[in-house]
C-alpha cells in the first residue's frame, strides 16, 4: 500500500505538470505577439495566473524531486497536486478570472508551508541515511552490505546522479536568459517583417504612379496625333483651294504652286501639244 500510493503521488505530480504546460501553450497560442498588446487581452490575467503556477511548479520540482528521483522519498504534499488542479481548472473554465494574488494565495500558503517543512524536518533525516548500507542497497540494486566503502559508494553516485540546489538555478537562469534572447529576436523578427510589408507598399504605390503617368502620356500622345492630322488638313484644303500663300494657323504663310491656265481655243492647244 506504501508503494502504490508513493507512486501515485510521483505520477500526480508529473501530470500536473503536463496538464499545466498544455493549458500555457493553448493559453500563449491564443495571445498576441506583442507584449504591449498582451497587457489589455482578454487572457492576459490567465497568462499571469498559469505563469505563477509555473514558478511555483520549478520551486516544488528543485524541492522534491531530488530526493524522488534518488528512490529516497516520494512527492509528499499531495494537497499541493489538488490545488494546482483547481487553480488550473478555473482558468480554464472562467473567462474573467480573478487577479493571480487572489486566485494563487491558497496554493502559495500550502506550497511554501510544505518545502518548509521538508526543508526542515525530512530533508535531514534523509541525509542521515545517505551513509547507510540500507540506502546503498537501494541505489546499487544489490545487497546491502556495511561498510565505508559502501557509503563512499553510495556518495560518489549522488553526487553525480543528483543535481544541487545551484546547478539548477544555474540552469534555471540560464534558460531565462535564452528566453529573453529569443523574445529579442522574435521582436527584431516582426519588425523586419513590418518594415518589408512597409516596402511592399511603397512599391505598389509607385507601380501605381507609374501606371497612371504612362496612361496620361498615352492620352497627350493620342491628342498629340490628332492635332497633327487636323493640322495636315488645314494644310491640304489651304493648298487645293488656292492662291499663292496659304494661311496656316499660327500666322504662317506657305507658298502654293500656280496652277496651268487652260487653253482657251482648239487651236491654242494645237501649239501646245506640237510645242511638246
Given at each position: 500500500?506504501?508503494?502504490?500510493?508513493?507512486?501515485m503521488?510521483?505520477?500526480?505530480?508529473?501530470?500536473?505538470?503536463?496538464?499545466?504546460?498544455?493549458c500555457?501553450?493553448?493559453?500563449?497560442?491564443?495571445?498576441?505577439?506583442?507584449?504591449?498588446?498582451?497587457?489589455?487581452?482578454?487572457?492576459?490575467?490567465?497568462?499571469d495566473?498559469?505563469?505563477?503556477?509555473?514558478?511555483?511548479?520549478?520551486?516544488?520540482?528543485?524541492?522534491?524531486?531530488?530526493?524522488?528521483?534518488?528512490?529516497?522519498?516520494?512527492?509528499?504534499?499531495?494537497?499541493?497536486?489538488?490545488?494546482?488542479?483547481?487553480?488550473?481548472?478555473?482558468?480554464?473554465?472562467?473567462?474573467?478570472?480573478?487577479?493571480?494574488?487572489?486566485?494563487?494565495?491558497e496554493?502559495?500558503?500550502?506550497?511554501s508551508?510544505?518545502?518548509?517543512?521538508?526543508?526542515?524536518?525530512?530533508?535531514?533525516?534523509?541525509?542521515?541515511?545517505?551513509?547507510?548500507?540500507?540506502l546503498?542497497?537501494?541505489?546499487i540494486?544489490?545487497?546491502?552490505?556495511?561498510?565505508?566503502?559502501?557509503?563512499?559508494?553510495?556518495?560518489?553516485?549522488?553526487?553525480?546522479?543528483?543535481?544541487?540546489?545551484?546547478?539548477?538555478?544555474?540552469?534555471?537562469?540560464?534558460?531565462?536568459?535564452n528566453?529573453?534572447?529569443?523574445?529579442?529576436?522574435?521582436?527584431?523578427?516582426?519588425?523586419?517583417?513590418?518594415?518589408?510589408?512597409?516596402?511592399?507598399?511603397?512599391?505598389?504605390?509607385?507601380e501605381?504612379?507609374?501606371?497612371?503617368?504612362?496612361?496620361?502620356?498615352?492620352?497627350?500622345?493620342?491628342?498629340?496625333?490628332?492635332?497633327?492630322?487636323?493640322l495636315?488638313?488645314?494644310?491640304?484644303s489651304?493648298v487645293?483651294?488656292?492662291?499663292?500663300r496659304?494661311?496656316v494657323?499660327?500666322?504662317?504663310?506657305?507658298?502654293?504652286?500656280?496652277?496651268?491656265?487652260?487653253p482657251?481655243?482648239?487651236?491654242?492647244?494645237?501649239?501646245?501639244?506640237?510645242?511638246?
Amino acid at each position: 500500500m506504501d508503494m502504490i500510493c508513493q507512486r501515485m503521488l510521483n505520477q500526480g505530480f508529473l501530470k500536473v505538470e503536463r496538464y499545466h504546460s498544455l493549458c500555457q501553450k493553448q493559453v500563449k497560442a491564443q495571445l498576441p505577439r506583442r507584449e504591449s498588446e498582451r497587457r489589455n487581452h482578454s487572457l492576459a490575467r490567465h497568462a499571469d495566473i498559469l505563469a505563477a503556477v509555473e514558478t511555483r511548479l520549478s520551486l516544488l520540482n528543485m524541492t522534491f524531486m531530488k530526493y524522488v528521483d534518488s528512490n529516497l522519498c516520494c512527492f509528499i504534499p499531495g494537497k499541493v497536486i489538488d490545488e494546482i488542479y483547481r487553480v488550473l481548472r478555473y482558468v480554464n473554465s472562467t473567462r474573467a478570472p480573478q487577479r493571480a494574488h487572489e486566485v494563487l494565495q491558497e496554493l502559495r500558503d500550502i506550497s511554501s508551508m510544505a518545502m518548509e517543512y521538508f526543508d526542515e524536518k525530512i530533508v535531514p533525516i534523509l541525509k542521515k541515511k545517505l551513509p547507510g548500507a540500507d540506502l546503498s542497497g537501494r541505489l546499487i540494486g544489490s545487497t546491502p552490505v556495511a561498510g565505508p566503502s559502501t557509503s563512499l559508494t553510495t556518495m560518489s553516485l549522488l553526487a553525480k546522479n543528483t543535481p544541487s540546489r545551484s546547478e539548477m538555478t544555474k540552469v534555471q537562469q540560464q534558460v531565462k536568459v535564452n528566453g529573453a534572447a529569443m523574445t529579442a529576436l522574435r521582436r527584431e523578427i516582426s519588425e523586419v517583417r513590418a518594415k518589408q510589408l512597409e516596402q511592399q507598399k511603397q512599391l505598389q504605390d509607385q507601380e501605381q504612379k507609374l501606371l497612371e503617368q504612362t496612361q496620361v502620356i498615352g492620352e497627350q500622345n493620342a491628342r498629340l496625333a490628332e492635332l497633327e492630322h487636323k493640322l495636315r488638313e488645314l494644310m491640304e484644303s489651304a493648298v487645293g483651294g488656292g492662291g499663292g500663300r496659304a494661311a496656316v494657323p499660327g500666322g504662317a504663310e506657305i507658298p502654293c504652286k500656280r496652277a496651268r491656265k487652260a487653253p482657251d481655243s482648239p487651236r491654242q492647244s494645237k501649239r501646245l501639244r506640237s510645242k511638246k
